[in-house]
Every structure is written in C-alpha cells, then in structure tokens.
C-alpha cells in the first residue's frame, strides 16, 4: 500500500460506487493528478465530452489532508510565480489565495551553525560563506539570469556548468542550495543546467504557499468534471477511436490523455515502448504543526540536501480556531548514492534536529507526518537526453489521438509547472483533433 493510499485509509476516504459497464466520450483522461484536471477541464470548455478515471481520489500529489486541524500538503509544495504553469491556472481561472514567503529571512545551515544567506544585494556583501571572489562569481550568476538562454546548456549537467563558470567550492555551494530548492534534485551531476536556469528564472519573482494547501487548486479544477474510481488498465487505438480497458469496463473515445504519475505507469497503459526518460527522484519530509514559529523561518543546508520552511505564517493552514502553523523539513534524496539511501529512523532524527536549531522541539510539535521517500519528481532532464528538450513529447505514444501529460512530458517548465504546461498542450491537441473530425464547432 502507498503512502497516499494508507492516507486515503486513515482519514476513511471513501470509494464510489461502480461506474457502467461501456460508455463512450469525445475524450478520456486518465490520471487526476493536476495535469489530468487540468487538461479535462480545457477540453470540457471547449465543449467536448469527458471523463477522468483514476484509480484514487482526486489530485494525486497535489493532495492536503487535515491531521488535527493542521493543513498538511504532501510534502513541501510552492506554486512558482514567474513559472510556466501560471498562464494555464489564470487560463482556468483558478484561484491561488495564499503569501509570499519572507525569503530576506533565510539562513544557510553549514558546519552546524546558522549563517545569513546571500538572498538580497545587502546579503551578497554580508554573507561569511562567500569569498569576495565567489560573492562577485554568484551575484553575476544572478544578474544575468534574465539574458541566459536555458537551451545554451542543455546538455551540460549542473556540476558541467559550475566548471564551465569556474566556480570556487563555496560558490558552487550556495548556487547548489538554491537549485535544490527551485528543482527539489539534489543530483547536480545528472540534473541538466537548463532545468536550473528555468527554475532559478521562475523563482525570480517569488513562490505562493497557498491557502488551505494544494488541495484548493485540486478541489477547484475537480469542478463540473465526470470523475471516475476506476484503474486504467490498458489503452488501444486504432487512429480513429481509441479504447480504455479498466477492471470493470471498457470505454471508447476519440482521443486518449494519458496523465499519470511517472513513464513507467504510462508505459504499462500503451502497446508501443516511449522514448527514454530521466530517473525519478525522491525526498524525504518532515511536516509538523507547532505551537511556535522557527526562527529562522527558512533553512537551506549547504554541506547536507536538507531544508525547512514556514508555511503557515504565510497561508492559512489550519482549521476550527487550531492555534500554531505549519512547517515543512526535507531531506533531497540521491538517486544512487547510498550514503543518501538513510533509514527511517537516521533521517527523521536529523529532521528534527533541523527544527531544534530553529526553536522548536518535541515539547512544541503538536502533530507530525513523515514520508520517508516520496517522489518529487518523476523523470528530471538530463544531458545525455538533450536537458529539458528532450523529454517525452506529448505526442509520443505512437497513436495521433493518444496524448500524454505530466511532470515527464514536454520542453516547458519544471515540476508541476511542466504538468500544467504539458496538460494544456495535450488539451489543444486533442480539441484540434475533435475540430478537424467536426465532432465540436
């Protein structure tokens, strides 16, 4: 059983009553994570016919849960402003109440101690972990983000791009602390340097902690769609209609979005092989609610992959007059380094001690869920796949009208801002199609 499944047990989700046998629609959409509502709400508003079928309740990773009147998203989530995913949510009008986190107030944890963090110009001068050289290194860096050109570097890793740069360990540091914490990789060798370009970008102009978690973007992108409990097992087409065999049934459409949560599930749906993909990455995270604010209210670690951030400061995360707020700590997990590959028990305690080094401590917490190796990510860009170009295509599966979507599919974005991206495409594509069949006006 999953981590989200053993959620779903525990807060007594229930499972809705078998769908009929064999229906037809304009269009399917098989996953309702975020890209599978997003891109089922764009074809509704074309006004085609959909469904969405999954097999668990709506949003996927994009799920919050109420433990004790405290608002826990799964794992650490901040909607990026600049990022590409923006256009898609105004485009669906979908609400993101929520602040802006105090980023002047990060701190830098190296050698067990808290330093000020080079976020702001005054930061840059003051900061004991930068040379006068690498202060100069790191804040050129930083003013030519707006004239890179992610594409430059795409099939140079992070690290490839540091020597390219030829930037000192102590620079190489702090760049790698805010890249892990724009793409959640803490694999600089294998991440490609355009997806830490995009997200540095996309990070220029703030993040959102959302009101309520991310369960509100879920909740309004559920709105008027024909949702279905039901697995997907397969997909067949034969370029004009497409089939969706489930455990219960079998439904036909036109078009098929395919919009699960990783390649390998994809893969498992379709008759034909997709092109290679990167690996997936995971975190480990550390929520809790607690009676005090940190101080600071955001840690990067600079020798270790670790972070902490106050949500709840600035969102509204918690419910019935519940006093205290929510913070969020995680540990970035490597893909193959077993030093990375920590028990339960090793990583948790180093977690707490990152919460004891801002104030609060077991007395202060007054509940806690720990995900020892969620899923971030399921695919990064890397440089032997040409960076964030070379990602699946949503066209990929081989048939016209079978489409695909996801955090591992197309050229814009990182995270969910390429799951929205991607949706968005997916849904053009497959109004084009029913347009050119005449199915809709």
């Known amino acids: 059983m999953s981590q989200l499944d053993d959620a779903n047990r525990q807060t007594g989700v229930e499972e809705p009553a078998e769908e009929p046998a064999t229906t037809s629609f304009d269009v399917i959409v098989i996953g309702a994570g975020l890209a599978g509502l997003a891109a089922a709400q764009l074809v509704r508003r074309s006004g085609a016919t959909v469904v969405v079928l999954d097999g668990n309740p709506p949003g996927g990773r994009a799920r919050s849960f109420d433990r004790n009147n405290f608002i826990f998203n799964t794992g650490p989530r901040a909607l990026y402003k600049g990022g590409a995913g923006q256009a898609v949510l105004n485009r669906l009008g979908v609400l993101r109440p929520g602040g802006k986190p105090p980023i002047s107030k990060t701190k830098f944890f190296t050698d067990g101690k808290l330093v000020s963090a080079p976020v702001s110009a005054l930061g840059f001068l003051t900061t004991p972990t930068l040379s006068g050289k690498s202060k100069a290194a790191v804040g050129k860096v930083f003013g030519g983000l707006p004239r890179a050109n992610p594409d430059d570097v795409a099939t140079r890793s992070v690290h490839e791009w540091f020597d390219d740069l030829g930037l000192a360990d102590d620079a190489r540091a702090v760049l790698g602390s805010v890249i892990r914490l724009g793409t959640y990789c803490a694999d600089l060798q294998t991440l490609s340097a355009d997806a830490a370009i995009v997200a540095l970008k996309a990070s220029a102009k703030g993040v959102i902690y959302v009101d309520g978690g991310w369960q509100t973007l879920v909740d309004q992108l559920s709105i008027g769609l024909d949702i279905r409990h039901q697995r997907a097992v397969s997909v067949s087409s034969d370029g004009t209609t497409a089939e969706v065999e489930t455990q219960t049934s079998t439904l036909r459409s036109h078009t098929v979005i395919v919009a699960v949560n990783s390649p390998q599930a994809a893969q498992g749906l379709l008759s034909r092989?997709?092109?290679?993909?990167?690996?997936?990455?995971?975190?480990?995270?550390?929520?809790?609610?607690?009676?005090?604010?940190?101080?600071?209210?955001?840690?990067?670690?600079?020798?270790?992959?670790?972070?902490?951030?106050?949500?709840?400061?600035?969102?509204?995360?918690?419910?019935?007059?519940?006093?205290?707020?929510?913070?969020?700590?995680?540990?970035?997990?490597?893909?193959?380094?077993?030093?990375?590959?920590?028990?339960?028990?090793?990583?948790?305690?180093?977690?707490?001690?990152l919460l004891a080094v801002t104030g609060v401590t077991p007395e202060h917490v007054i509940e806690s869920e720990y995900l020892h190796a969620m899923t971030v990510c399921s695919a990064i860009p890397t440089p032997s796949l040409g960076g964030m170009r070379g990602r699946i295509a949503v066209d990929a599966s081989g048939d016209r009208n079978v489409l695909l979507a996801g955090d591992f599919v197309g050229s814009a974005g990182t995270l969910v801002d390429t799951s929205l991206s991607s949706a968005a495409v997916a849904a053009e594509d497959a109004i084009r199609l029913l347009q050119n069949r005449r199915f809709i006006s």
């Open 273 to 353: 092989p997709l092109p290679s993909s990167g690996p997936a990455i995971e975190a480990s995270c550390l929520t809790v609610g607690s009676q005090i604010q940190p101080n600071p209210v955001i840690v990067l670690g600079l020798e270790d992959p670790i972070y902490l951030s106050t949500h709840g400061n600035v969102a509204k995360l918690v419910t019935n007059n519940q006093s205290g707020l929510v913070v969020h700590t995680m540990r970035y997990r490597s893909i193959e380094s077993t030093v990375d590959n920590l028990d339960h028990h090793a990583t948790r305690t180093q977690l707490n001690e």
